[in-house]
């Protein structure tokens, strides 16, 4: 693709005691196929070496590095780092990951192809520290095309880093709430305003560790608690469409009306009889066995986050 054919697009990266494996996600961005990039770069008052590490980078034009003056945690960096991009897209980065060098000429070739495209979205592969992947899961999950809210109530299959999205979502989607992920949120967004594709690639190689940043933040709560949270800010989302807005009203109020016993027999119900909708992120080749198991599942108190 041409470096001028399309427009820029800005990649937020965001980081916190990253120093481990921080040049190699950096890398594998500023040697992207794809030339018309920015790079922006927020350190959350690191205590490792990350910030020194990233400094190596700041001669480079195409990069924008800052520093919070204290830790104000993934969600909140996130936001203010979005503020700051100029990019016609706007492409989310981890701090850990590796990206495939042809990631972003993928994505905005997709992205490009319908205007009612609003959100773009490759493979992430998940793999260990520095061993091989594991690629097994992958084949259990529906990469995600369509633009259904409700098949994002009970959880968000789209990662940030894997995503590529039209500036023009931040004006709606921002601020990021504090008590939403960034990543659930901006899905949530893009299926009110237009449409969401899925690209049948591996575009990330997302690695997991000990110290994760995104994953050690988030709290261990109980999943009915993060539900009343998370969706009493989904069905407020303006534009939403009314049935979508009942639907999810509905399974709001039955996640407050949680009972003291570990188990909620109507929600169950519910979930049951709307599984198509609310599991349309699973893959089974025996769908009604899957269906009964999540909706035990996420009926049940002792469900995490």
């Known amino acids: 693709m041409s470096e001028n054919r399309s427009g820029l697009v800005s990649v937020v990266v965001c980081t916190y005691n990253g120093g481990l494996y921080i040049e190699e996600q950096i890398d594998s961005i500023l040697n992207q196929t794809y030339k018309a990039i920015e790079v922006i770069i927020a350190d959350d008052a690191s205590t490792d070496n990350t910030f020194e590490v990233l400094q ?3 001669n480079d034009e195409r990069v924008l ?3 919070n003056e204290r830790n104000v945690g993934y969600n909140v960096n996130f936001s203010k780092a979005c503020e700051k991009a100029q990019g016609t897209y706007i492409a989310i980065a981890d701090q850990d990951d590796i990206w495939e060098l042809g990631k972003i000429e993928l994505l905005v070739e997709a992205i490009e192809a319908d205007p009612t495209i609003v959100m773009v979205h490759g493979i992430s592969a998940r793999f260990e520290g520095n061993h091989a992947p594991h690629l097994r899961s992958l084949k259990y999950l529906n990469n995600y095309t369509g633009n259904d809210i409700r098949n994002f109530y009970l959880k968000n299959v789209i990662s940030g880093h894997s995503m590529l999205f039209r500036s023009d979502l931040l004006e709606k989607a921002l601020p990021f709430p504090a008590a939403v992920y960034y990543d659930w949120w901006l899905v949530a967004n893009a299926c009110v305003v237009g449409k969401i594709l899925a690209v049948d690639k591996i575009l990330v190689w997302h690695r997991m560790h000990a110290t994760n940043a995104t994953g050690a933040a988030k709290p261990k709560v109980n999943y009915y608690k ?11 989302i303006k534009g939403i469409n009314g ?7 509905k399974l709001l109020q039955l996640y407050r009306e949680f009972p003291e016993k570990r188990f909620s027999f109507p929600l169950f119900l519910f979930l049951l009889k709307h599984s198509a909708v609310v599991f349309a992120y699973k893959r089974r080749r025996f769908p009604s066995l899957s269906y009964f198991k999540y909706a035990y599942k996420f009926a049940h108190r002792k469900t995490l986050a």
């Open 56 to 58: 190596r980078y700041a």
């Open 65 to 67: 590095l800052y520093r």
């Open 226 to 236: 993060q539900q009343q949270v998370t969706l009493s800010n989904l069905v407020e």
């Open 243 to 249: 049935d979508a807005k009942a639907f999810g009203e």
